[in-house]
Antibody, heavy 121, light 109 residues
Framework: QVQLVESGGGVAQPGRSLRLSCAAS????????MHWVRQAPGKGLEWVAV????????YYADSVKGRFTISRDNSKNTLDLQMNSLRADDTAVYYC??????????????WGRGTLVTVSS | DIQMTQSPSSVSASVGDRVTITCRAT??????LAWYQQKPGKAPKLLIY???SLQSGVPSRFSGSGSGTDFTLTISSLQAEDFATYYC???????????FGGGTKVEIK
């Protein structure tokens, strides 16, 4: 079964850290770029970070640059997001997402169910 | 970075209505645009990619059009299961930053 399953969400105090993980199955993980996308309660979707299929390139949204680190282990089919110096506005559901490139278009064809991160004192 | 603006932010419609949602980019993105549907408590679902290509399994009542800076998503005959929030996303494979529009909520009239 082709799927992405996130874990690691929970409650963290401002300034603390949390690590999210995503387990991929049912497809050749090492062939795909992977992203984290988040959604604050009642708000829209916000792209957070991307890692190239081989881990060679990583990019971040300005809102998380310098605080979050995306990584992957292609031998274990896992994607991680290390979140440091958490702030209240990082509170959101975090989705692990697979991308596909077709005719110059990069889009998200597979989403996990998401994991909720709440930053509160 | 390219910004995406959707309109309207919400629309009230009845089953059977034709619904059109627009998305505008701050600079030309050719046909590099995707549309997603999200229902409450669920992950988004891909509907359209490359502005007008229907994702496998998506009903043909959904269609997309446009290029450059202006795009539309049309639902030809709204069904009960289509009440949801729709997002556009600039999808330029040359850009690592993939921006979403603010969303359009399709509500029951």
């Amino acid at each position: 079964q082709v799927q992405l399953v996130e874990s690691g969400g929970g409650v963290a105090q401002p300034g603390r850290s949390l690590r999210l993980s995503c387990a991929a199955s049912g497809f050749t993980f090492r062939n795909y770029g992977m992203h984290w996308v988040r959604q604050a309660p009642g708000k829209g979707l916000e792209w957070v970070a991307v890692i190239w299929y081989d881990g060679s390139k990583k990019y971040y949204a300005d809102s998380v640059k310098g605080r979050f680190t995306i990584s992957r282990d292609n031998s274990k089919n896992t994607l991680d997001l290390q979140m440091n110096s958490l702030r209240a506005d990082d509170t959101a559901v975090y989705y692990c997402v697979r991308d596909v490139v077709n005719s110059g278009c990069r889009y998200f064809d597979l989403w996990g169910r998401g994991t909720l991160v709440t930053v509160s004192s | 970075d390219i910004q995406m603006t959707q309109s309207p932010s919400s629309v009230s419609a009845s089953v059977g209505d034709r619904v059109t949602i627009t998305c505008r980019a701050t600079q030309g993105i050719r046909s590099w645009l995707a549309w997603y549907q999200q229902k409450p408590g669920k992950a988004p679902k891909l509907l359209i990619y490359a502005a007008s290509s229907l994702q496998s399994g998506v009903p043909s009542r959904f269609s997309g059009s446009g290029s450059g800076t202006d795009f539309t998503l049309t639902i030809s005959s709204l069904q009960a299961e289509d009440f949801a929030t729709y997002y556009c996303q600039q999808a330029n494979s040359l850009s690592p930053v993939l921006t979403f529009g603010g969303g359009t909520k399709v509500e029951i009239k």
